[in-house]
């Protein structure tokens, strides 16, 4: 299997995990980061999702996704 192909696959794995309407948001992101971003949704002290919580559509979980690409791509620079 190519590199291309298990990137592709691990992409798909992680956005399966987010709602699909926020795939143009997460192809954005490396897929560790959207894993990280998942775990802090699920685990944070105050105000965790649960998992099927985080699978919905929340404009809460929108921002915090549109926040994080800001932040990410400032790192970049």
């Not at 997460?26 to 649960?50: A, D, F, G, Q, Y």
């Not at 699978?55 to 690409?69: A, R």
Request: charged fraction near 30%.
């Amino acid at each position: 299997m190519s590199c291309k192909k298990n990137s592709r696959i691990f992409d798909s794995v992680y956005q399966m995990k987010f709602n699909r309407a926020y795939t143009d948001l997460i192809k954005w992101l490396p897929p560790s980061l959207v894993e990280e971003l998942w775990k802090r949704l699920t685990t944070r002290k105050h105000n965790s999702l649960t998992e099927l919580e985080t699978c919905g559509i929340d404009p809460n979980i929108e921002d915090f996704l549109q926040h994080e690409i800001i932040v990410y791509n400032r790192k970049k620079k």
